[in-house]
């Protein structure tokens, strides 16, 4: 079955430098989800999109922006980038009629030198 | 302000015993539950799920208790298996008109063969 594909699946920048992670939900799901995993930590929610609007807010930095196309991917745009954002970044995705697990990817590693 | 909370950091447990993962929360608007596997450099993967009107579900090896009066939940696993051992993470979703899940800090689980 298809699952959650995000990419790249890892990625290394510079201090102020840009990344863009992409995400490419389940078929038919139309509800995604970002996270933030920092090392030893548990995964952080950043922000959701339902039906390409955004859904819900989390711990989002201001330097960070997302958004869900009409294909229903979504990408994660981050600027102004810190050592602090080296993290890996998870996104999932539900189908909001169906039952309520959220289906993961295998996450983006991020590396700011 | 942690609202899912996974108090034991680590857990062993030898082959064939049972394991079992604890989670606690604060928020009583919490009405969906979620368990979740993960190993190194990979996504979470689901496990298991309870909503809040019920205080148990079985999947195989996979029990998920709920007692909504404490605000407690766990994960037994019986039998324990080696591969079984990996970080999980115990979620919460808010009721309707939220679409976060929240997650714990998660539970290293190990199985000694």
């Known amino acids: 079955a298809a699952g959650v594909i995000q990419s790249p699946r890892h990625l290394i920048k510079e201090k102020r430098e840009t990344a863009t992670l992409k995400c490419y939900p389940i078929p038919r799901h139309d509800t995604v989800y970002w996270y933030q995993q920092g090392p030893g930590q548990d995964p952080q929610f950043l922000i959701s999109f339902y039906e390409k609007m955004q859904s819900d807010k989390g711990s989002i930095p201001d330097r960070f922006s997302a958004q869900q196309f009409s294909d229903y991917h979504s990408e994660l745009n981050m600027s102004s980038l810190e050592l602090g954002d080296s993290a890996l970044y998870f996104c999932?995705?539900?189908?909001?009629?169906?039952?309520?697990?959220?289906?993961f990817g295998e996450g983006s590693r991020l590396t700011v030198l | 302000d942690q609202q899912v909370k996974q108090n034991s950091p680590s857990l062993s447990v030898q082959e064939g015993r049972i394991s079992i993962l604890n989670c606690d929360y604060t928020?009583?608007?919490?009405?969906?539950f979620l368990w979740y596997k993960k190993y190194p450099a990979e996504g979470p993967t689901f496990l298991i799920s309870?909503?809040?009107?019920?205080d148990k579900n079985e999947d195989g090896r996979f029990t998920v208790f709920l007692n909504k009066s404490a605000k407690h939940l766990s994960l037994h696993i019986v039998p324990s298996q080696p591969g079984d051992s990996a970080v999980y993470f115990c979620a919460a979703k808010g009721s309707s008109g939220t679409y976060k899940y929240i997650f714990g800090t998660g539970t290293r689980l190990k199985v000694l063969a």
């Open positions: 928020n009583s608007m919490f009405d969906y």
């Open positions: 309870i909503s809040s009107i019920k």
């Open positions: 999932a995705s539900r189908s909001l009629g169906q039952s309520g697990e959220l289906f």
